[in-house]
C-alpha cells in the first residue's frame, strides 16, 4: 500500500445518495464495503465526515440565525452522521470508534490524540465527529487538523467528481482535469479543493491532499495503492 495511515473526508451531502436530505442506507452501505477493502489491507483509517446532509450552519446564519448556535447544531449533525456511519462499518465487522470534539460522552468518546491514534495502532476506524469543537470552522478545517494530530501520510477527500478541474466540469464541458497540482497553483487559479483555512493549513505542513470520485466502486483501493486516481496536490 502507497499510505499506512488515511484520513478520509466525507461530506454529509455524500451521505444523501439519490434523496434530498437525511441519510441513503444504500450509499451508507456502499461507503463501508469501500472503507473494508482498505481496512483488509492493513492501512489504518481515521474519518472525518460533514453534516450538510442534515444542517448547515453557514445556512442557518443566512436565514436570520446566530451563526454559534447554527454551527453548533452543525457539529451535532455530524456526530449523527459519525453514528450512521459507525454503525454500517460494524455490520460489515469492522471495529470502529467514534470520537467527538464536543462533549456527548454517552455516544461518543470524547476526542484525545493519543487515544486515537492507539485506535488506529490497533486496526480499529476512528471517525471524527463535532468538527474541530468550535464555531466559525468546516469540517474540512476538521479533517486536516485531525490529518495533522494523527500523522496521517495524506487526505482523501472523497465527493462526486473524479478530481480538480480547471472549471466546474458540471457546467462547463470543455474544463481540463489535473492530476497533480501544486498548493501554489491551487490559489492562483483560484480553484475550490478545500476552503482557505484548511487549505493553508494543509499546505504549512506538507500534508498531501488527493481529491477523487468516493461513488466509483474500488476508486478508494486504487487511490490507497497509489494509482492515479483523482487530483493530487501537493507542494
Do not use: C
Amino acid at each position: 500500500m502507497q499510505y499506512k495511515r488515511i484520513l478520509l473526508k466525507l461530506s454529509g451531502e455524500a451521505l444523501m445518495g439519490e434523496r434530498q436530505y437525511g441519510i441513503d442506507p444504500n450509499r451508507l452501505k456502499e461507503y463501508a464495503e469501500e472503507i473494508h477493502k482498505i481496512v483488509e489491507k492493513g492501512v489504518e483509517v481515521a474519518i472525518v465526515i460533514g453534516g450538510g446532509n442534515i444542517f448547515r450552519g453557514l445556512a442557518g446564519a443566512s436565514n436570520g440565525m446566530d451563526r454559534v448556535q447554527g454551527d453548533h447544531m452543525g457539529m451535532l449533525a455530524t456526530v449523527i452522521n459519525g453514528l450512521a456511519l459507525q454503525s454500517a462499518l460494524e455490520d460489515e465487522g469492522i471495529e470502529t470508534r467514534l470520537q467527538s470534539a464536543i462533549k456527548i460522552n454517552e455516544v461518543a468518546e470524547p476526542f484525545i490524540r493519543r487515544r486515537a491514534m492507539r485506535h488506529l495502532e490497533k486496526g480499529r476506524v476512528v471517525i471524527f465527529g463535532g468538527g474541530t469543537g468550535n464555531p466559525y470552522f468546516t469540517t474540512d478545517s476538521a479533517a486536516v487538523l485531525r490529518a495533522i494530530e494523527i500523522d496521517a501520510d495524506v487526505i482523501l477527500k472523497g465527493t462526486r467528481v473524479d478530481g480538480i478541474y480547471s472549471a466546474d466540469p458540471e457546467k462547463h464541458k470543455d474544463a481540463t482535469k489535473f492530476d497533480f497540482i501544486s498548493f501554489e497553483d491551487v490559489i492562483k487559479k483560484g480553484l475550490k479543493v478545500m476552503d482557505t483555512t484548511a487549505f493553508t493549513l494543509s499546505q504549512e505542513n506538507n500534508l498531501p491532499i488527493i481529491v477523487f470520485d468516493m461513488n466509483k466502486e474500488g476508486n478508494l483501493l486504487k487511490v490507497v495503492s497509489g494509482e492515479n486516481i483523482g487530483t493530487k496536490v501537493n507542494l
